[in-house]
């Protein structure tokens, strides 16, 4: 390019950025004003969420750091239960985006449109690309209220609600402070899920809600899921069936909700060990919805066959490409997606990136640790700690498949301040340290 062609076009570029100043000067990202020299990175991290804050966080003191969100708002989403059964407000769930986001990173407002690992690039929907050393992923995962038949038109009204989506869960709570009477269906999908205990913990919560309101006796609650079990591990599937029991909830196995009729309040489930289909009435229905993958990296090179970000499930390094790596929901990981993951994944694929950084050997190992806080009612909690194929990693000397007061108001009182200002800072990266301490180094 001639000298006077570029001189042109930063002039351009230029007089762009300053009249959207001018025009919307809250949406401006400053680092657009010198959007030449920040196009490349060392470091770029697609998705400005748990773990790519989390990310961010420990690279920017490594080199160049970009983050890619075009959020406002951050969200510590596994409170959202809470703000269902009405313990906590969507309002505690958020903060600025802005103040998550480390202070020393390169913040580009804007969305990811696509990856050509090929050329080490990301596109951006302004139609720009960002160049990079290292590709961090951190882009989630989709809630996919669509592949479920006539839920989107339904959510929101009717008794239908969810506790998955900002917002969402107020109106949760507004069915639930209201109900009198009635039946309470409460469904897991057939398909990934984001916290996969969400679906069941509003269960026991609305349970407690009626008992307290006095109209218990007058209702009716169900929990359908398409699984063999209550929940994936034997351990907690043994404790939760004997919590559901004694809540006189019932659990309808091998169920999928497959359409709802927002207008006559029905839904309707398919066996899935004989394929019929089945009517319910319902007075409020919780909706715990499909996931799936993001079809930014679904449609990539970075994708598996499944779409996830294809990684070692030790290493968390991109199977192809060497110079990426995937934190949280994104990744192809076959365990549970929560926060909890994010955080275990945060040490090791730092750990892992200053190894490549230094030449050596990837040397730290993701155990697949996650860990689902299973609210029960009357301010008890069972809390489920595993990894890879149901071992159990659980962190205090105790039964933690028993409820226990102690276990819940570390899930009230103390994880949303050990999220905000320990996991998205990159400081907290899981129990392990703690876990080996009390228990000896034997875990």
């Known amino acids: 390019m001639r000298k006077s062609s570029l001189i042109k076009e930063i002039l351009i570029d230029s007089l762009v950025v300053a009249m959207n100043t001018i025009l919307n000067p809250k949406t401006v990202n400053k680092n657009l004003f010198n959007k030449r020299a920040l196009s490349h990175f060392k470091f770029v991290v697609a998705g400005g969420g748990s773990g790519g804050c989390a990310a961010a966080s420990n690279l920017v003191n490594h080199g160049s750091t970009a983050i890619i969100d075009y959020a406002?708002?951050?969200?510590?989403?596994?409170?959202w239960t809470l703000v269902g059964a009405g313990l906590k407000t969507t309002a505690q769930s958020k903060r600025d985006e802005k103040s998550c986001i480390p202070s020393k990173s390169n913040w580009i407002k804007d969305k990811v449109e696509g990856f050509d690992p090929d050329n080490n690039t990301?596109?951006?929907?302004?139609?720009?690309?960002?160049?990079?050393?290292?590709?961090?992923?951190?882009?989630?995962?989709?809630?996919?209220?669509?592949?479920?038949?006539?839920?989107?038109?339904?959510?929101?009204?009717?008794?239908?609600?969810?506790n998955y989506g900002p917002g969402n869960a107020d109106?949760?709570?507004?069915?639930?402070?209201?109900?009198?009477?009635?039946?309470?269906?409460?469904?897991?999908?057939?398909?990934p899920i984001k916290c996969a205990g969400a679906p069941q913990k509003i269960m026991y919560l609305s349970e407690a809600q009626l008992r307290k309101a006095g109209v218990r006796d007058r209702c009716t609650l169900a929990y359908h899921t398409p699984g063999p079990a209550i929940f994936g591990v034997p351990r907690y599937a043994a404790a939760l069936s004997v919590v559901a029991q004694e809540k006189g909830c019932d659990v309808k196995l091998k169920s999928n909700l497959v359409e709802v009729?927002?207008?006559?309040?029905?839904?309707?489930?398919?066996?899935?060990?004989?394929?019929?289909?089945?009517v319910e009435e319902f007075d409020m229905l919780h909706v715990g919805p499909p996931c799936s993958p993001n079809p930014t990296y679904a449609n990539s090179p970075l994708a598996d066959a499944a779409g996830?970000?294809?990684?070692?499930?030790?290493t968390l390094q991109h199977n192809k490409y060497q110079n990426v790596f995937a934190i949280g929901d994104c990744n192809s990981c076959p365990t549970g997606k929560t926060a909890a993951k994010v955080a275990a994944?945060?040490?090791?694929?730092?750990?892992?990136?200053?190894?490549?950084?230094?030449?050596?050997?990837l040397?730290?190992?993701?155990?697949?640790?996650?860990?689902?806080?299973?609210?029960?009612?009357?301010g008890r909690l069972i809390l489920a700690e595993f990894g890879y194929d149901g071992s159990i990693l659980e962190t205090?000397?105790?039964?933690?498949?028993?409820?226990?007061?102690?276990?819940?108001?570390?899930?009230?009182?103390?994880?949303?301040?050990?999220?905000?200002?320990?996991?998205?800072?990159?400081?907290?990266?899981?129990?392990?340290?703690?876990?080996?301490?009390?228990?000896l180094g034997s875990k």
Not at 72 to 79: I, W
Not at 139 to 156: H, M, N, Q, S
Request: aromatic share 10%.
């Open 308 to 314: 996830w970000v294809d990684v070692n499930r030790s």
């Open 363 to 378: 040397s730290a190992d993701y155990n697949g640790y996650t860990s689902c806080p299973l609210t029960v009612g009357d």
């Open 122 to 162: 990301v596109l951006l929907g302004n139609g720009g690309k960002i160049t990079y050393d290292y590709l961090v992923m951190a882009l989630g995962l989709d809630i996919r209220f669509d592949l479920i038949k006539g839920l989107p038109e339904a959510l929101g009204r009717n008794g239908v609600c969810s």
């Open 396 to 439: 205090l000397p105790i039964d933690q498949s028993k409820p226990r007061r102690l276990t819940y108001h570390m899930k009230k009182d103390i994880m949303p301040g050990l999220y905000w200002h320990g996991l998205i800072k990159g400081i907290w990266r899981g129990p392990s340290t703690v876990r080996s301490l009390l228990h």
């Open 261 to 278: 009729r927002g207008e006559s309040r029905e839904a309707i489930f398919e066996n899935l060990d004989t394929n019929e289909m089945s």
């Open 171 to 191: 109106y949760t709570w507004k069915t639930l402070s209201n109900m009198k009477e009635g039946k309470l269906l409460f469904t897991f999908p057939n398909a």
């Open 345 to 361: 994944e945060s040490g090791v694929l730092y750990h892992n990136i200053k190894n490549v950084l230094k030449g050596q050997s």
């Open 72 to 79: 406002n708002d951050h969200y510590y989403q596994p409170m």
